[in-house]
């Protein structure tokens, strides 16, 4: 038997301001915006080259979900990014306006970093080292 996680949902609190960020500060790619009727949307996402790792963003429409957003794990890293090339990477994204809330150090299993997306949710942005199995 083969699964996969097909989508994780991202509370946001505007579609067009998440697409915004996730696509021109992560450069991840729009898979898909389908008006769904009332205001609703499905929105999807993905790191460039991703074939499988997609995010669907998903505006709170309740207070209850947005007072989660930005805060889905309770301050927790919540997602972690992997690259190919984190020195590479890393300088695009900061200029880009990424807000890293460390510096890059190195760990067993490789380079990493953390940075907020622009609700506020932490993420891991990591290079794995080749001998790493995360």
Not at 60 to 67: D, E, K, M, V
Not at 82 to 88: G, S
Request: one cysteine or more; aromatic letters at 12%; a negative charge.
């Amino acid at each position: 038997m083969k699964q996969k996680i097909g989508l994780v949902a991202l509370l946001v609190s505007d579609y067009d301001e998440a697409i915004s960020f996730y696509t021109g500060k992560l450069h991840f790619d729009l898979l898909e915006d389908t008006d769904l009727g009332n205001g609703k949307r499905w929105v999807v996402v993905a790191p460039p080259g991703s074939l499988e790792s997609r995010l669907l963003l998903a505006k709170a429409t309740s207070p209850q979900q947005g007072s989660s957003v930005g805060n889905q794990t309770g301050g927790r890293v919540f997602l972690f990014l992997y690259t190919d090339d984190f020195w590479r990477d890393y300088p695009v994204m900061k200029t880009a306006g990424v807000q890293f809330i460390e510096e890059p150090r190195e760990e067993i299993f490789g380079t990493v970093c953390v940075f907020e997306d622009l609700y506020g949710n932490k993420w891991d942005f990591i290079e794995l080292k080749a001998t790493a199995n995360h």
